[in-house]
């Protein structure tokens, strides 16, 4: 009997970091580092391979069968809504919490140097809204800016219902037909993942190990707690009141994807896994998918989101700056913007910081303070982000009076 696929990437992952531990032991890092973290590469280069192809295929033939404007607005409308809504409850629980547990108090940290990226700040949130526009979208497909790649190719599905008959039938096979080789070429390299997922979490533990924790025990703590309630409590909440699912048989459809989501620290090169899981085993339409999971790959973050809260708020106590209830508002808002503007890719919530920091007046160099967990923080926050768009999926599709949806709960 074969082994289920999350099991298979399961075991990767614990072999993984059992591996990474016994490499720091012995003493042969440099080889997990230089020369077994290649497989992990490979992987993620093979998940990248089929990101653009995929999501244009999946969002053009799937903008194009939901045929009315009417339809096409009210679902931008209910995905964006659920973007919003999600987004804030997660960062209200960080704020909740940082403020709750105070872990920057009397918090004793050496700052590290920041890096020239971070440094360098992020880019205006203003450029990146701009940039959703293409102004040539193959140049855009060709660099993988995925954001203007969305926005085209939503338009691009959406005008083909405009054309006249022969044209917009063939066009929608012809898309639907990537799609379709697109799906099984990416099945194709999931397979792959369990390896894939070994030497990321190996490589990761043999150069980090787990001593660089002890110091910032209490804010790790916390953004763990944060996350833990959103993912675990609200979302599963708004999965089960209005989407009428199952959170449990949910989290099995989706496990596959997660567990990737947590070892690359990347939404975009998960959502592959996404688009598969959600679809094949949550039994979600293309036509929600494809609007649902693309976008909110790069700007639907709950983790990211929250994460940003409880950071800034963090550096904020150890430098023991108070900040008043308005000043926490803008984090709040910030924090949302950044999560918006952040990448899927890891570390892209780190950078993005600088955003939230500036706009209180907080020391960019507090950003030195949280570098060495980053990583780990990235891995759980990542997961949630995946986690986030899979339930919008499911509730979205839900709302649209979809059937055929295989973790409904029962009925009792
Ligand atoms: N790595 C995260 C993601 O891909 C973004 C972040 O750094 O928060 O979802």
């Not at 450029?127 to 102004?135: A, R, S």
């Not at 293309?286 to 990211?304: E, H």
């Not at 939230?356 to 007046?361: D, E, F, H, I």
Request: aromatic letters at 8%; hydrophobic letters at 55%; proline letters at 4%.
């Amino acid at each position: 009997m074969k082994l289920k696929l999350y099991w298979q990437i399961f075991i990767g992952l614990a072999a993984g970091i059992f591996f990474g531990i016994m490499a720091r032991g012995l003493g042969f890092e440099n080889f997990v580092v230089d020369k077994v973290s290649i497989l992990g590469t490979i992987f993620l280069r093979g998940l990248r391979m089929v990101i653009i192809p995929l999501i244009v295929s999946s969002i053009i033939s799937g903008v194009a069968g939901i045929g009315s404007a009417e339809r096409f607005g009210r679902l931008s409308l209910k995905t964006l809504s659920y973007y919003l809504t999600t987004s804030l409850l997660a960062i209200l629980t960080g704020l909740a919490l940082v403020n709750l547990l105070r872990p920057g108090l009397g918090a004793n940290l050496g700052l590290e140097e920041v890096p020239e990226e971070l440094k360098a700040g992020a880019q205006k949130i203003g450029d990146t809204l701009l940039g959703i526009i293409p102004t040539n979208p193959l140049e855009a497909m060709v660099k993988g800016d995925m954001l203007p790649v969305i926005f085209f190719s939503l338009l691009f599905g959406f005008f083909i219902t405009r054309a006249p008959q022969p044209y917009r039938e063939s066009l929608t096979n012809f898309f639907q037909g990537i799609f379709e080789v697109m799906m099984r070429l990416t099945h194709f390299i999931i397979l792959f993942t369990p390896i894939g997922v070994f030497a990321l979490m190996s490589k990761i533990v043999a150069q980090t190990g787990f001593e660089v924790f002890v110091p910032l025990g209490s804010y790790m703590l916390t953004v763990m707690i944060s996350l833990a309630i959103h993912a675990f409590l609200t979302l599963p909440v708004l999965l089960y009141a209005i989407g009428g699912a199952d959170p449990v048989a949910h989290a099995r459809a989706m496990s596959a994807a997660l567990m990737t989501a947590f070892s690359t620290a990347s939404s975009s090169a998960t959502l592959p896994l996404t688009l598969d899981a959600v679809e094949n085993n949550a039994g979600v339409s293309n036509k929600v998918t494809s609007f649902v999971l693309p976008l909110g790959a790069t700007i639907n973050m709950d983790g990211t989101a929250l994460y940003e809260c409880v950071a800034a708020m963090f550096i904020a106590q150890v430098y023991g700056i108070e900040l008043s209830f308005f000043q926490q508002m803008i984090v709040v808002f910030t924090a949302l913007l950044a999560s918006i503007g952040a990448a899927g890719i890891p570390m892209a919530g780190l950078v993005m910081i600088t955003i939230v920091l500036q706009a209180v007046g907080l020391p960019l160099e507090g950003v030195g303070l949280i570098l060495a967990v980053d990583r780990i923080l990235d891995m759980m926050r990542t997961s949630v982000n995946v986690w986030s768009d899979s339930c919008g999926s499911v509730i979205i599709a839900r709302s649209e009076e979809e059937t055929e949806l295989k973790v409904l709960r029962k009925r009792a």
